[in-house]
């Protein structure tokens, strides 16, 4: 069994509830992102990161996007998933950030998941399905 991480960053808590899924799912550790550096990757076999979308749909500046920037070049080999809620907009924060991802070399497991606000049924089976993918 893949021992697997999920460090999220969030600010109304909708993203903390999608990891939340994720966690219960597999049994994985939850870790808030400015509790997670590129010294721990080594520790697990699996990440999933969670942001929502922040201002101008972007991952959110002060702690989550500073974490990515250090860690993402250091995941090749890594099973990797990519989660998030937003508010407004249409998802284009995921969409920067799965091409950023995979500028770093990054190859995510699975399909991004996003909601708008509080994850409703169907996000709820995708982390799920994310879950084991991941795990």
């Given at each position: 069994?893949?021992?697997?991480?999920?460090?999220?960053?969030?600010?109304?808590?909708?993203?903390?509830?999608?990891?939340?899924?994720?966690?219960?799912?597999i049994?994985?550790?939850?870790?808030?992102?400015?509790?997670?550096?590129?010294?721990?990757?080594?520790?697990?076999?699996?990440?999933?990161?969670?942001?929502?979308?922040?201002?101008?749909?972007?991952?959110?500046?002060?702690?989550?996007?500073?974490?990515?920037?250090?860690?993402?070049?250091?995941?090749?080999?890594?099973?990797?998933?990519?989660?998030?809620?937003?508010?407004?907009?249409?998802?284009q924060w995921?969409?920067?950030?799965?091409a950023?991802?995979?500028?770093?070399?990054?190859?995510?497991?699975?399909?991004?998941?996003?909601?708008?606000?509080?994850?409703?049924?169907?996000?709820?089976?995708?982390?799920?399905?994310?879950?084991?993918?991941?795990?």
């Amino acid at each position: 069994m893949s021992k697997v991480a999920v460090v999220y960053y969030s600010g109304s808590g909708n993203t903390e509830a999608m990891a939340d899924v994720i966690v219960n799912a597999i049994g994985a550790d939850k870790i808030e992102c400015g509790d997670f550096s590129a010294a721990k990757l080594a520790d697990y076999d699996a990440i999933a990161f969670g942001c929502p979308a922040m201002g101008d749909e972007v991952l959110e500046e002060t702690v989550f996007q500073p974490m990515w920037d250090e860690v993402k070049d250091n995941l090749a080999g890594k099973k990797v998933a990519l989660f998030g809620s937003y508010g407004w907009g249409d998802g284009q924060w995921m969409r920067d950030w799965e091409a950023d991802a995979s500028a770093a070399g990054v190859v995510l497991a699975c399909d991004s998941v996003i909601c708008n606000e509080a994850s409703d049924d169907e996000a709820t089976a995708a982390l799920e399905a994310l879950a084991k993918a991941i795990g």
